[in-house]
């Protein structure tokens, strides 16, 4: 996996952004940019974890877009399984994988819990792990990095 970090420049974003996650085909996913998050979360339907292989794989579906009948099948290595506590004080053993994410004009590798997060308002978290050294968090704006991209780049690791 490469990452397309040109300078050490920390750059603002708002607290929602909207995503992209090349890897896994999701060519637009609006995300909360959750700073009290460690780790960034997915939420994901039919989730499979596939041991039979010699790298475990993951197997799940996205609705990348709230309220939408859009469903995005997606296939991952697992890296772990990790226990996660919410912010209710909830733990829970989640699968991890890592995906490269496109904030703006930048891509780079992170790692993604994938869950339930139905309740939510957001399908995705972007924890300050994945922001380290890359982005700060304006809390009173939102969508500073660009608009929802265009669903015309679905094709995958592009």
């Known amino acids: 996996m490469t990452a397309d970090h040109q300078n050490n420049e920390v750059r603002t974003a708002g607290w929602r952004e909207w995503l992209v996650l090349p890897e896994l085909g999701i060519a637009a ?14 939420h994901t339907h039919s989730l499979d974890i596939d041991t039979d292989k010699e790298t475990p794989e993951v197997h799940f579906s996205v609705h990348p877009v709230h309220g939408s009948r859009e469903l995005v099948d ?7 399984e990790r226990w996660v506590t919410d912010s209710g004080g ?21 790692e993604l819990t994938l869950t339930k997060r139905e309740t939510m308002r957001f399908h995705m978290l972007l924890g300050r792990t994945a922001m380290n050294g890359r982005l ?3 809390p009173a704006r939102s969508y500073v990095l660009g608009r929802r991209p265009s669903h015309r780049s679905r094709e995958r690791g592009t």
């Open 90 to 110: 909830h733990r829970e053993l989640r699968p991890v994988i890592e995906t490269l994410v496109q904030v703006g004009q930048e891509r780079w590798p992170i």
């Open 74 to 80: 997606c296939r991952a290595a697992l890296l772990e």
């Open 29 to 42: 996913i609006k995300a909360k940019l959750d700073t009290g998050a460690r780790t960034s979360a997915l």
């Open 136 to 138: 700060q968090v304006d």
